[in-house]
Each structure stands twice: as structure tokens, then as C-alpha cells.
């Protein structure tokens, strides 16, 4: 998006400002980066498959004003190294049509705006939930708690849990675990962090739509999920997992730092949804289109976006597009990079996404609620038919039909 600095400030004169004991910012390496070029406190982005450059913290605002996604992979800059090998051997395998239909009626009529709105009304209160701020913090903070809370409202904490993963910025990641009769898992992801790329650490940044509402989207589908006894029992073959990243705007960092333990802990990573981005549809209508979930075909698992394309078809009241965001555009990128089948979905077409994000304009009032309701379904429909998946019995069946997998 473009426009002029000034325009863009205006909105923030009638925005609270900043409190004078807040922590705005952290400088993670206050004597540089000693592998750093010339020893400053420089990043390593990836702008593209093996292009790589250092940059300032400033240059890193300035390329994503620009439209430019990336990696940050000063931190992590061999995730998926220890995969490679294997995930380029073996196939994702997943059901070839949903079949819960009966068992999943009755969660999603169970599914609620209310909820909703309630949650993502407080969670765009907070100044800013940039992640190095301490309302980054205190908003992650909250997002624990309401995710603790919703398991014990389920009474399921005795099998349930949900706990921050920790970062040195101070802004936390969460993951909420849903065992399973297996390790194997299934993650269903969501960036809690917000960002005004004009100046991150002063500015409001209520990221509603960014990505608020794929935070509050998953959190729901979480909610309802916990209704059903057999999930809180464990009588699902896969773990579940819900993860809500940390400085996702930063490039990829709470999710890198993530996949990037599991990597190294040999997790069994079944499949990867990101939502990013759930509730904007005004310029889909204005443009004389159907309101549609967007999903991503770009730089994602062709097999497990072909399943999330019959799971929308299935469970939900409107049609996917297929659409593309680029390279490194959201957290998938990186359980993908880590040798993991990942895959996207959106609000829309790309090109009709919310204009409003990264500034102090990205509030609920342009936001649907009913469109935000068909995310929920989609999040619900998938968390619940790949928990229930064999995909051990579907694996050998592959296997068997191609000889093994590194032929399919």
C-alpha cells in the first residue's frame, strides 16, 4: 500500500500515546552482531530461496513498507537443514474427502461471533502488541490467560495445556497442546503481534485484521473443539496443536524459533494451517467478486491445500479462491522451511486483502464477523478431520501403491 507519511500519522494524533514506563524496545545486541558486517547491529534476512542481505532495523521497516516479506534468519539460519534430506524423500499423504460430517455438526452450530468480537474488542485495546514493546508483552500475556481460561471453562485441564514458548524480545509465543494417541501432530497457527511500520515502538498498532483476527479465528475453533469428549479424552489418533507466533511483522521470528526446536527435537509434523488475516471482504465486494476464502497455492504443500480446498467446499457456506502471497508472507513459510507440510489461507483474493494493516486504521469496524465465523468453520472442520486421521494406515498405502515414497 502505498501513501505519504503524513497521512498516514494523522490518525495517530487522536491515539493514546505511548506511557512514559513502557519498555518500547529491546536492542537485542546492544555490541553488535559480531558476525555482522563492520560489527553493527545488523539483521540476516532471506529475501528469496539462498538471497540473503544484512540490514538495520530501519531498513527491515523500510523493505516491508514496500511490500517485501522475508526471512530474519539471523537467529535460526539453518532451519530445515536437519530435514532436508528426508522431507525431500517422503510425500504428504492426506484423507482423500472429509467423512466427519455427522460428528462435526453439532461444534459448529456451536461456533459464536460473540466470542469473537468480545476477544478481539480487548485484544485491539492494547497500544500496540509490537513485539518488542511491552504491550507486546502485557497482550501476550492476556492471550495466555485466555487461553488457559478457555481450558479450564472446557474442564480439560487435566489433558489440556497451553504455555508460552520464550523469546528474548519479551513478547512470547504460545502453543496450547491437545494430546493425541500419538506424537504425531497437527498445528493450526495464528501471529498474535501487531505492527505500524512507520515507527513501531511510538505509533498505535490495533492490527485488527492482522492479524487479531486469525488470532481470536483459531482461538474459537480451539474452544469448540474442547466439547468434544473424545478430543479432551485423547481418543483422536494425532496431537493437536494451536500455536499463536510472536513477531511474525519482524520476519518470522516466534514461529522460526519454533519449528526450528522441533526440527532439532524430531517432531513428527503431520500438517501446518496458518490463518493470517480472516475478516476483511469490502474490496472483494466493491470489485464485483464472491466472497471467498483465499488460499494460498504459492510456496505451500500442493496435498494439503488440495484437502483444504475440500474441507472449505465441505463445511463452509462460501467458495475458495486460489490465490498467491510470495515468499516468507506468514508463518507456514516456516514449518514449511523446517521440511514440514504447510499451507495458507486468507480472507480473500490477495489482491483484495485489508488496505488498512500496519498503521493505526486497522480496526474491527471494517471487519466481518460472519466472514470471520467461515474461517472457524474451515479451522474446526480441519483441526477435527486430521486429528481423527490414520496417517500411518494412509502412508502405507502410498507407499505400497508407488513402490515407496520417494518415487510418488
Given at each position: 500500500m502505498k501513501a505519504s507519511l503524513l497521512a498516514l500519522l494523522l490518525p495517530a494524533v487522536s491515539a493514546r500515546f505511548v506511557e512514559k514506563a513502557e519498555k518500547d524496545s529491546v536492542l537485542?545486541?546492544?555490541?553488535?552482531?559480531?558476525d555482522a558486517p563492520e560489527d553493527t547491529t545488523k539483521y540476516h534476512?532471506?529475501?528469496?530461496?539462498?538471497?540473503?542481505?544484512?540490514?538495520?532495523?530501519?531498513e527491515k521497516w523500510e523493505l516491508r513498507r514496500n511490500g517485501q516479506r522475508f526471512f530474519d534468519i539471523t537467529d535460526h539460519p539453518d532451519l530445515g537443514t536437519l530435514r532436508a534430506r528426508d522431507a525431500s524423500k517422503k510425500k504428504s499423504v492426506f484423507p482423500k474427502k472429509p467423512k466427519y460430517q455427522k460428528e462435526l455438526k453439532p461444534y459448529l452450530a456451536s461456533l459464536s461471533k460473540s466470542k469473537l468480537e468480545d476477544h478481539l474488542t480487548t485484544f485491539t485495546s492494547f497500544h500496540t502488541r509490537y513485539y518488542k514493546s511491552d504491550y507486546g508483552r502485557q497482550s501476550s500475556e492476556w492471550l495466555l490467560k485466555t487461553v488457559q481460561d478457555?481450558?479450564?471453562?472446557?474442564?480439560?485441564?487435566?489433558?489440556?495445556?497451553?504455555?508460552?514458548?520464550?523469546?528474548?524480545w519479551g513478547q512470547n509465543s504460545i502453543i496450547a497442546t491437545i494430546p493425541g494417541k500419538t506424537n504425531s501432530?497437527?498445528?493450526?497457527?495464528?501471529?498474535?503481534?501487531?505492527?505500524?511500520?512507520?515507527?513501531?515502538?511510538?505509533?498505535?498498532?490495533?492490527?485488527?485484521?492482522?492479524?487479531?483476527?486469525?488470532?481470536?479465528?483459531?482461538?474459537?475453533?480451539?474452544?469448540?473443539l474442547l466439547q468434544s469428549e473424545d478430543i479432551v479424552k485423547g481418543e483422536h489418533e494425532n496431537t493437536l496443536e494451536f500455536h499463536w507466533y510472536s513477531a511474525e511483522e519482524g520476519g518470522l521470528l516466534g514461529s522460526q524459533a519454533i519449528f526450528t526446536a522441533y526440527e532439532k527435537q524430531g517432531r513428527d509434523i503431520k500438517a501446518m494451517l496458518q490463518q493470517d488475516m480472516t475478516g476483511f471482504v469490502t474490496r472483494t465486494l466493491q470489485a464485483g467478486k464472491e466472497e471467498s476464502v483465499g488460499v494460498i497455492i504459492d510456496f505451500v504443500d500442493p496435498n494439503l491445500t488440495d484437502f483444504i480446498k475440500k474441507v472449505v467446499t465441505e463445511y463452509c457456506d462460501i467458495p475458495y479462491v486460489e490465490t498467491k502471497c510470495g515468499y516468507a508472507c506468514s508463518d507456514h513459510a516456516s514449518a514449511s522451511?523446517?521440511?514440514?507440510?504447510?499451507?495458507?489461507?486468507?480472507?480473500?483474493?490477495?489482491?483484495?486483502?485489508?488496505?488498512?494493516i500496519h498503521t493505526t486504521d486497522d480496526l474491527i469496524k471494517y471487519l466481518s464477523f460472519d466472514h470471520m465465523i467461515q474461517h472457524a468453520r474451515l479451522t474446526l472442520a480441519f483441526g477435527y478431520e486430521l486429528a481423527f486421521t490414520d496417517f500411518e494406515a494412509l502412508e502405507g498405502k502410498a507407499g505400497k501403491k508407488w513402490g515407496n515414497f520417494g518415487d510418488l
Open positions: 537485542l545486541y546492544p555490541n553488535g552482531r559480531p534476512i532471506e529475501l528469496a530461496p539462498g538471497e540473503t542481505k544484512w540490514v538495520t532495523e530501519d478457555t481450558i479450564k471453562e472446557a474442564g480439560a485441564e487435566k489433558h489440556v495445556k497451553a504455555e508460552h514458548f520464550k523469546h528474548p501432530t497437527v498445528v493450526i497457527g495464528a501471529h498474535q503481534d501487531s505492527i505500524n511500520l512507520w515507527l513501531p515502538s511510538v505509533l498505535a498498532a490495533p492490527g485488527a485484521d492482522d492479524d487479531g483476527s486469525g488470532t481470536v479465528t483459531i482461538l474459537e475453533a480451539f474452544r469448540v522451511k523446517a521440511g514440514y507440510p504447510s499451507a495458507f489461507v486468507i480472507e480473500s483474493a490477495f489482491e483484495y486483502s485489508d488496505n488498512h
